[in-house]
């Protein structure tokens, strides 16, 4: 019966069942992490602003420095989902304009309350963000045509509407609307702690990066938008639901542009409809910033988080260093790749250490 028994096989050497059973060094899972490169990054920007102007370590300057971010973050936050699933939206500048032109035009030519236009509002843009996906995947063109066409159309719907039934290029206030109070309260109020003022906006922010981050890692949701930007057809044949997950996807933009747009309409009670134009790359270098790639498959919704603050310290440190503020898209450029390139250094590291 021995001499019948198969061959047992090779025990490895003790080191190398030792290297396989042991933990991942702190160093090779910080490299892991598509973050990373924007971490450093923001470091780096933090302190030579804080050395380049004297106002900048004010806490009055770095709550104005959070809402900055906060307005670019509540979006960068499902654009980078949408570009770990490997696509793009070029509609979600103009799609926040949208939203909030509905709500506030429709409360208004209707005499309802407030929040009647809010949730009008919410249904049409979640159909916006439904016919992107759902024209993606139908068609089979690539997503930079079909958001391209969209944001064409929205920005002539926005101007074309606003002017046909307001008679201007802006909305009517809203602000003496039963139910502005209340929904101002959840869009665009204001928490003062000691001397600082936080904008509810910066509280979005982290809810919806929690909440992302939750999807990404803990979610099976999560585990098929990384393989749907990984490779759609690999997915596919593995179950992986591609259509619902990029319709999903595009409805998750929707619905931040959404909260993004009623914070601009109660913020300031009426909406110019030429506004959100060029905003949506905005959205994108945030997330490319934070080390999501542009061919999809990996990044992160903290990394874009990260990204939207190096974009908030930018932006407001140049005007309190009383630079010229004409240089600022140089800056964001060169930041643009910069961080780029550091984040494809980071992750050939990482991936030489596996």
């Known amino acids: 019966m ?4 198969p061959a047992a096989a090779p025990t490895p050497p003790a080191k190398e069942r030792d290297e396989r059973l042991a933990p991942a060094s702190l160093v090779r899972r910080l490299l892991g992490r598509p973050e990373l490169g924007a971490v450093v990054g923001a470091a780096a920007v933090f302190v030579f602003f804080a050395f380049a102007a004297d106002s900048f370590l004010r806490a009055s300057s770095l709550s104005t420095i959070l809402y900055s971010a906060s307005t670019i973050g509540i979006m960068a936050v499902p654009v980078a989902l949408l570009m770990i699933g490997g696509e793009f939206d070029l509609s979600a500048g103009v799609m926040v304009t949208s939203s909030a032109l509905f709500s506030s035009m429709f409360a208004y030519q209707m005499t309802a309350n407030a929040w009647v236009g809010v949730g009008v509002s919410l249904l049409v843009t979640l159909a916006i963000g439904f016919f992107n996906g759902f024209m ?26 606003t002017k046909l039934i307001s008679g201007s290029v802006s909305t009517k206030t809203i602000a003496d ?9 959840l869009f665009a109020s204001q928490l003062t702690i000691g001397s600082v003022t936080l904008r509810v906006t910066i509280l979005w ?35 992986v639901p591609v259509v619902k997950t990029r319709i999903g996807l595009y409805m ?90 550091l984040n494809a250094w980071v992750r050939k590291r990482a991936e030489a250490s596996k």
């Open 252 to 341: 998750g933009v929707a619905l931040c542009a959404w909260i993004s747009g009623q914070h601009i309409l109660f913020s300031f009670d009426v909406v110019q409809s030429g506004e959100g134009v060029g905003n949506e790359f905005l959205y994108i270098i945030a997330a490319v910033i934070g080390g999501c790639l542009m061919t999809g498959g990996y990044g992160s919704a903290i990394g874009s988080a990260v990204g939207a603050f190096i974009f908030g310290m930018t932006s407001n440190g140049i005007v309190y260093a009383q630079w010229n503020p004409d240089w600022f898209k140089f800056f964001l450029g060169a930041m643009l790749l910069l961080a780029t390139l």
């Open 205 to 239: 922010w982290l809810l919806l990066v929690a909440v992302a981050t939750w999807i990404l890692l803990r979610t099976r949701a999560g585990n098929w938008i990384f393989a749907v930007g990984g490779g759609a057809d690999a997915a596919r044949a593995v179950g």
């Open 177 to 185: 609307m039963e139910g502005f109070s209340s929904a101002r309260s």
């Open 2 to 5: 021995s001499a019948l028994a």
């Open 136 to 161: 993606l995947t139908r068609t089979k063109l690539p997503s930079f045509i079909i958001t391209l066409g969209t944001f064409l159309m929205l920005t002539g719907l926005n101007l074309g509407l």
